[in-house]
C-alpha cells in the first residue's frame, strides 16, 4: 500500500528567509511524486513532479523539491519566502508500477509566511 | 492549458434536497475525472473515480446511491448529491489528469455546500 506523510501541520517563516516543507513516502514500487498548493477556498494548484532523472526538481514560483530516495523523502522547498507563498501546501505520490494506483495525498501543512 | 472547471462555487440548499455539481475539462479531453471531499483543516478524501461511459468507481465508504456520479462525455463529469442532509455540508473538488500515471491532476475551484 502506499503512504504519504507530512509530519508538519504547520511551518512558520519570515519573509526572505529559506523555507522547507518536509514529505515523506511509501510504495511499493518506484513513486511518482507531486507538490501541489491550495489557496482559501479554492481547488488545488500544481506546483511540481518527481517521475525520474535529476533528484532536484524545480517548479512554480521558484519552489523546488529534492527526491531522496534512501530517506523516501521529497521535501519542498524555496531559497527565499514570500508573504504570498502563505497557504496549504499538500504532498501526493502515487506507485510506478500499479496501473490501478491512485494519487495519494498527504495531510497538508500549512505555511505561514510573516513579513 | 488543462483547464478544469467547476460550478457552481458555492451552494446553500436545504435538507431533503439534491445537488448538482459539475466538472468540465476546457481544453482538454479527460477519459477519467476524480471527486474529492475536504474536511476543514483535512487532507482530500478520494470519494469516487469516474470513468467516462461506464460506471463510477467508488471508494469503501461512500455511498453510490447517495452520491452519484455521471460522466457522459468527455469533457463533463457530475456529481449529485441526493436527499442532502447537514453532515454532506462540505467542499467538494474535481480533477481530471491529462494523461498517463506521470502527469499531474488539474483541479476545478472546488464546490463549497451548505446544507441546513
Known amino acids: 500500500a502506499q503512504s504519504v506523510a507530512q509530519p508538519e501541520d504547520q511551518v512558520n517563516v519570515a519573509e526572505g528567509n529559506p523555507l522547507t516543507v518536509k514529505c515523506t513516502y511509501s510504495?511499493?514500487?518506484?513513486?511518482?511524486l507531486f507538490w501541489y498548493v491550495q489557496y482559501p477556498n479554492r481547488g488545488l494548484q500544481f506546483l511540481l513532479k518527481y517521475i525520474t532523472g535529476d533528484n532536484l526538481v524545480k517548479g512554480s514560483y521558484g519552489f523546488e523539491a529534492e527526491f531522496n530516495k534512501s530517506q523516501t523523502s521529497f521535501h519542498l522547498k524555496k531559497p527565499s519566502a514570500l508573504v504570498s507563498d502563505s497557504a496549504l501546501y499538500f504532498c501526493?505520490?502515487?506507485?510506478?508500477?500499479?496501473?490501478?494506483?491512485?494519487?495519494?495525498f498527504g495531510s497538508g501543512t500549512r505555511l505561514s509566511i510573516r513579513p | 492549458g488543462a483547464v478544469v472547471s467547476q460550478h457552481p462555487s458555492r451552494v446553500i440548499c436545504k435538507s431533503g434536497t439534491s445537488v448538482k455539481i459539475e466538472c468540465r475539462s476546457l481544453d482538454f479531453q479527460a477519459t477519467t475525472m476524480f471527486w474529492y471531499r475536504q474536511f476543514p483543516k483535512q487532507s482530500l478524501m478520494l470519494m469516487a473515480t469516474?470513468?467516462?461511459?461506464?460506471?463510477?468507481?467508488?471508494e469503501q465508504g461512500v455511498e453510490k446511491d447517495k452520491f452519484l456520479i455521471n460522466h457522459a462525455s468527455l469533457t463533463l463529469s457530475t456529481l449529485t448529491v441526493t436527499s442532502a442532509h447537514p453532515e454532506d455540508s462540505s467542499f467538494y473538488i474535481c480533477?481530471?489528469?491529462?494523461?498517463?500515471?506521470?502527469?499531474?491532476?488539474?483541479f476545478g475551484n472546488g464546490t463549497r455546500l451548505t446544507v441546513t
Open positions: 469516474s470513468n467516462e461511459g461506464s460506471k463510477a468507481t467508488y
Open positions: 501526493a505520490v502515487r506507485d510506478y508500477y500499479s496501473s490501478a494506483s491512485k494519487i495519494i
Open positions: 480533477s481530471a489528469s491529462l494523461g498517463d500515471h506521470s502527469s499531474p491532476l488539474h
Open positions: 510504495v511499493s514500487g518506484n513513486p511518482y
